[in-house]
C-alpha cells in the first residue's frame, strides 16, 4: 500500500530495508537463514523490492549473490536505472552494519509490512461493512478471511516450482523410510486402516457413510478419540445431532471400556468401573478435543469456527456429524437438496485445504440403497449431490449380517475404501462393541464373548448408534 497526499505515512522502516539487503550482498550465505522470513512484497521501497528480487533469481539458480552479480542481474531486467544505479547498491554495501544481524533485520521488514497488510485489511473490513448488501454472516466471513490471510502471509508462495517440491518429497519419503511404520497422515487408531491409508491427509476430504445403526459416529469418534488421547492431535468435532454432553458420555464409556448404557444411567456396579472411569476423565480431559454442538450450522459459522482453533489451538482434524444437517449459505427456493449438499460438500473441502487439514465429514447413504441388500457402493452418493467427486477418501461401514433375514447376527463390521485419490482401495475387519461404543480391531475384541450374547441386547444399543 502507498499514502495518498494527507494520508498518515505507513509502517515501514527503510533502515532495516538498507541494512539487510547490504549485508546479503555481503553475506549472501545468510538468505537461507531469511528466505522465509521476508518476502519481496515485505519491502516498502519499491526499489528495494527490485533489489530482493534480483537476489532471489540469483539464488534459485545457485549463483552467487554479491554486489557484483546483483547489479548485473538487475542491469540485464533494465532495473538498475530504476533502483538509482550501481552506486546505490555500492551504497548499501559500504553502510551495511553487523551481518550476524541479518535476521533480526528480515523480522523488522516483515513485521512492519504485516502491519501495512492489517492496516488494509481493516480499510477492506470497513469498505464492506460500508457497502452492505450482503447478509451479515456473509460479511462476517469476508471479514475475517481478510484478517486470517494477513496472520498467515509470513513464507507463504503462490507458485511452487515443480524442483522445490520434488525435493521436498525426497526428504519426506527418506523420512517415512527412515521411521518404522510412519504415517503421512493423521493416525486412526486402527493399524490395518492406518496401513491401507498411510492415515488420514492434510488437505483431504474423507466422507465416512453407512446405512442407519451401523455405527458411524462411534467409529468417527474413536478416530477423533484416538488421535487426541493416543497421539495428541488437536480436534476439532462439529456435532450437529448430539449435544456436546451426549458426545462426551461417548468418548468416556469407549475410553473407559464401561457399558454406555451404566454410564448414562449411573449403574456402575463395581469399584473397577468407577477407576476405569476416573482414568478414562483424565486422559480426556487432558486430551485437545474441541467441540461445537451447535444445530444446523452453516460452513460459514463452521470456518470461522476452524479457522480459530487451527490459529489458537494448532488444529490437525475436523469431524463433522453430519453432513446433511449443515445449512447451505445462500439457500435459494429453487435450490434443491442436492444442490445444496453440494454446495456444503465443496465447502467441505476449500476448508481442509485452506486450513490443510484432514476433514472427515460423515454422510448419509441415498434412499435407494434401502431398495436392495449388499455392500453401499459409491453410486449409493450419487444422489447427494457432488460428495463422491469433492472427496479424496470414500469409506463406508457395512455389517453383513445385518442384512441377512434369518436374524442371525455378529458384529464384525467391515470399513471399506471404496476410493482412494491417492492410493489403494481395500476394506478392513474391525470389531463393533456396541455396548461401549466404540470399535476394536478383531484380536483385541472379545469376539467369543460378545457373539454369543443375547441379540435382543445388542439390537437396543445399536440403534442408537
Known amino acids: 500500500m502507498r499514502e495518498s497526499p494527507g494520508a498518515p505515512v505507513p509502517p515501514h522502516d527503510l533502515d532495516a530495508e538498507r541494512a539487510l539487503l547490504g549485508s546479503l550482498m555481503l553475506r549472501a550465505e545468510a538468505l537461507h537463514d531469511v528466505i522465509d522470513a521476508v518476502t519481496v512484497r515485505d519491502f516498502y521501497a519499491e526499489k528495494h523490492q527490485h533489489i530482493f528480487e534480483a537476489m532471489l533469481s540469483l539464488f534459485h539458480k545457485s549463483e552467487p549473490v554479491d554486489l557484483l552479480t546483483t547489479t548485473a542481474a538487475l542491469r540485464a531486467t533494465k532495473r538498475l536505472e530504476k533502483i538509482g544505479g550501481a552506486s546505490y547498491l555500492s551504497s548499501l554495501v559500504n553502510a551495511a552494519p553487523a551481518a550476524a544481524n541479518i535476521v533480526h533485520y528480515a523480522q523488522i521488514v516483515h513485521s512492519t509490512a504485516v502491519l501495512r497488510r492489517l492496516i488494509a485489511a481493516g480499510e477492506e473490513v470497513a469498505q464492506l461493512g460500508l457497502e452492505g448488501g450482503s447478509d451479515l454472516e456473509t460479511i462476517l466471513d469476508r471479514a475475517e478471511k481478510a484478517i486470517y490471510e494477513v496472520s498467515n502471509t509470513s513464507g507463504m508462495r503462490k507458485f511452487l516450482s515443480i524442483k522445490e517440491l520434488a525435493f521436498d518429497a525426497i526428504e519426506r519419503i527418506e523420512k517415512l523410510h527412515k521411521r518404522e511404520g510412519g504415517l503421512r497422515g493423521i493416525p486412526t487408531g486402527f493399524p490395518e486402516l492406518d496401513a491401507l491409508l498411510s492415515g488420514l491427509q492434510p488437505s483431504d476430504l474423507v466422507i465416512l457413510a453407512a446405512r442407519?445403526?451401523?455405527?458411524?459416529?462411534?467409529?468417527?469418534?474413536?478416530?477423533?478419540?484416538?488421535?487426541?488421547?493416543?497421539?495428541?492431535?488437536?480436534?476439532?468435532?462439529?456435532?450437529?445431532?448430539?449435544?456436546?454432553?451426549?458426545?462426551?458420555?461417548?468418548?468416556?464409556?469407549?475410553?473407559?471400556?464401561?457399558?454406555?448404557?451404566?454410564?448414562?444411567?449411573?449403574?456402575?456396579?463395581?469399584?473397577?468401573?468407577?477407576?476405569?472411569?476416573?482414568?478414562?476423565?483424565?486422559?480426556?480431559?487432558?486430551?485437545?478435543?474441541?467441540?461445537?454442538?451447535?444445530?444446523?450450522?452453516?460452513?460459514?459459522?463452521?470456518?470461522?469456527?476452524?479457522?480459530?482453533?487451527?490459529?489458537?489451538?494448532?488444529?490437525?482434524?475436523?469431524?463433522?456429524?453430519?453432513?446433511?444437517?449443515?445449512?447451505?449459505?445462500?439457500?435459494?427456493?429453487?435450490?434443491?437438496?442436492?444442490?445444496?449438499?453440494?454446495?456444503?460438500?465443496?465447502?467441505?473441502?476449500?476448508?481442509?485445504?485452506?486450513?490443510?487439514?484432514?476433514?472427515?465429514?460423515?454422510?448419509?447413504?441415498?434412499?435407494?440403497?434401502?431398495?436392495?441388500?449388499?455392500?453401499?457402493?459409491?453410486?449409493?452418493?450419487?444422489?447427494?449431490?457432488?460428495?463422491?467427486?469433492?472427496?479424496?477418501?470414500?469409506?463406508?461401514?457395512?455389517?453383513?449380517?445385518?442384512?441377512?433375514?434369518?436374524?442371525?447376527?455378529?458384529?464384525?463390521?467391515?470399513?471399506?475404501?471404496?476410493?482412494?485419490?491417492?492410493?489403494?482401495?481395500?476394506?478392513?475387519?474391525?470389531?463393533?462393541?456396541?455396548?461401549?461404543?466404540?470399535?476394536?480391531?478383531?484380536?483385541?475384541?472379545?469376539?467369543?464373548?460378545?457373539?454369543?450374547?443375547?441379540?435382543?441386547?445388542?439390537?437396543?444399543?445399536?440403534?442408537?448408534?
Do not use: C
Open 212 to 465: 442407519p445403526s451401523m455405527g458411524k459416529t462411534a467409529f468417527a469418534l474413536d478416530i477423533a478419540r484416538n488421535a487426541a488421547v493416543r497421539y495428541g492431535v488437536p480436534v476439532g468435532i462439529f456435532s450437529l445431532e448430539m449435544s456436546a454432553q451426549q458426545l462426551v458420555d461417548r468418548l468416556l464409556a469407549a475410553e473407559a471400556k464401561v457399558d454406555a448404557w451404566k454410564l448414562r444411567t449411573g449403574k456402575l456396579t463395581s469399584d473397577a468401573e468407577f477407576q476405569q472411569m476416573q482414568e478414562a476423565l483424565d486422559r480426556l480431559s487432558a486430551a485437545p478435543i474441541f467441540i461445537d454442538d451447535q444445530p444446523a450450522t452453516t460452513i460459514i459459522s463452521m470456518r470461522s469456527v476452524a479457522r480459530r482453533l487451527k490459529r489458537e489451538k494448532g488444529l490437525g482434524l475436523i469431524v463433522v456429524d453430519y453432513l446433511q444437517l449443515m445449512s447451505p449459505t445462500a439457500t435459494r427456493a429453487s435450490d434443491s437438496l442436492v444442490q445444496q449438499v453440494t454446495e456444503i460438500s465443496r465447502s467441505l473441502k476449500a476448508l481442509a485445504r485452506e486450513l490443510d487439514v484432514p476433514v472427515l465429514a460423515l454422510s448419509q447413504l441415498s434412499r435407494a440403497i434401502e431398495q436392495r441388500r449388499g455392500r453401499p457402493r459409491l453410486s449409493d452418493l450419487r444422489d447427494s449431490g457432488s460428495i463422491e467427486q469433492d472427496a479424496d477418501v470414500v469409506m463406508f461401514i457395512h455389517n453383513e449380517s445385518k442384512m441377512r433375514e434369518d436374524g442371525e447376527r455378529n458384529n464384525l463390521t467391515e470399513i471399506l475404501v471404496e476410493k482412494h485419490r491417492n492410493g489403494p482401495i481395500g476394506s478392513v475387519t474391525l470389531f463393533f462393541d456396541d455396548r461401549r461404543a466404540t470399535f476394536l480391531p478383531v484380536e483385541k475384541s472379545d469376539f467369543g464373548a460378545f457373539a454369543a450374547a443375547p441379540m435382543a441386547q445388542a439390537e437396543d444399543f445399536s440403534e442408537e448408534f
